[in-house]
């Protein structure tokens, strides 16, 4: 039946009451059982976000040019420190977001247009990419026409730099590595797909979304990070998403362009209405003043030393997990992790019915396609839930070994 606007207004404690009821069925995401969806970093960087979003609860971004001069500061700022991070030039330029999808949707029409204006492409435009590539900019492909190219991955599921050379041709506007990838957490090789783009002149967009703002602190933690920014001269335009690994508050990204040649691609500015010219640099209006701020405060708050801190104990809290996991016999980890996103196969038994298992004893489960596998894309809230889901996890394997049962599940996100 359709839920009715109520005739009268309901107390508060009626509202709080209600919430509480229905957020009694969400997943315990505070108890490391979900393996996506929410990031975690330390209490007393959760609470800095909430407060500074609180404190810009209802100003708007969309109007930080000309009304809220703070919200415009504070993006600036974001961005610059951001810029910094990802070893980018003078000249270089970016911008907040709603999330990766936004963000990915503005490279992917920045380099569309700048295509146009500087070097047309032969026929329907193409991006040429990695299987693993996230389908945010399939996405984008749809609203724009353009196709997608998703190209094979080498055998340690990172970008396949030669055969993605070799799927290019007159109409391929753009190339498209990850750092890391969603499904595997592997960073492309960068550097060889940017000596293609220099070699060809075409855009090198960087999909850093995932782990942008975590990878340049497990470099610093002393783990080994390949260079996956502007430092490689082919890279024209980057995402990062702040809400993932920056463990800013939802909604907040970033994109990113080597120079503002670039970027004046990416502005939207009509004047043929009735209320005259309206100009916006992103692709949506009213953009929350809070995930602003709350990204500007953590950024602040935490500083080199407290990412460092972080990211050198959420490496830690992964390896342990890898080396747990491969421990139980007939799993194995797909690929080398770059960082604290990782998937697990099964070499003798059916990896998804191990999934139904686990969702049965309260655990969310992603799974992947290619290959079959179980995949957690992890922040500190897994570090304590680490034995009861590896000793879950092993009582699954004997199960589904001992039943010799066949999933039902599919991978899904």
Not at 95 to 123: F, Q, Y
Request: aromatic share 8%.
């Amino acid at each position: 039946m359709r839920k009715t606007l109520p005739a009268h207004g309901l107390d508060r404690a009626t509202v709080d009451a209600a919430l509480a009821s229905m957020k009694a069925d969400d997943a315990p995401w505070r108890q490391g059982r979900t393996p996506a969806y929410m990031f975690g970093a330390t209490p007393e960087a959760e609470d800095v976000v909430k407060h500074a979003y609180m404190a810009f609860f209802s100003e708007n971004a969309l109007g930080a040019k000309r009304a809220f001069p703070s919200l415009r500061r504070m993006e600036q700022d974001v961005v610059d420190m951001a810029l910094g991070l990802f070893n980018a030039p003078d000249e270089a330029c970016g911008n907040m977001t709603t999330g990766g999808t936004e963000s990915i949707l503005l490279a992917v029409k920045t380099c569309r247009d700048w295509t146009r204006a500087n070097r047309p492409v032969h026929g329907r435009p193409n991006i040429v990419a990695p299987l693993s590539l996230h389908p945010a900019f399939d996405k984008a492909a749809d609203l724009m026409d353009l196709e997608i190219r998703r190209v094979d991955l080498r055998p340690d599921y990172r970008a396949d730099a030669r055969a993605m050379d070799a799927a290019i041709d007159g109409s391929t506007m753009m190339i498209v590595g990850s750092a890391p990838c969603f499904p595997h957490g592997v960073i492309d090789p960068i550097a060889e797909l940017g000596a293609i783009a220099e070699a060809r002149d075409l855009w090198l967009h960087v999909d850093a979304c995932v782990g942008g703002y975590l990878a340049p602190f497990v470099r610093r933690a002393g783990y080994p990070i390949p260079d996956f920014d502007f430092s490689v001269p082919g890279v024209r335009s980057m995402s990062a998403d702040l809400h993932k690994f920056g463990w800013a508050a939802k909604p907040a990204s970033t994109v990113f362009y080597r120079s503002e040649a670039y970027r004046e691609h990416q502005k939207f500015d009509h004047a043929e209405w009735s209320s005259g010219r309206f100009i916006t640099e992103t692709l949506v209006g009213t953009r929350p003043g809070g995930a602003v701020a709350a990204a500007w405060a953590l950024l602040n708050h935490l500083g080199e030393d407290g990412y460092t801190e972080i990211a050198g104990r959420l490496m830690r809290m992964t390896k342990a997990y890898i080396a747990d996991i491969a421990a139980i016999d007939g799993l194995e980890i797909v690929g080398s992790p770059d960082i604290s996103v990782i998937s697990y196969r099964a070499r003798d038994l059916d990896i998804l019915a191990v999934g139904e298992r686990m969702s049965a004893k309260g655990w969310l489960v992603n799974a992947t396609r290619l290959p079959p596998a179980l995949h957690m894309m992890m922040s500190l809230l897994h570090e304590d839930a680490r034995e009861t889901y590896v000793a879950d996890l092993r009582a699954a394997v004997a199960a589904v070994r001992q039943a010799g049962t066949a999933a039902t599940m599919t991978a899904t996100y």
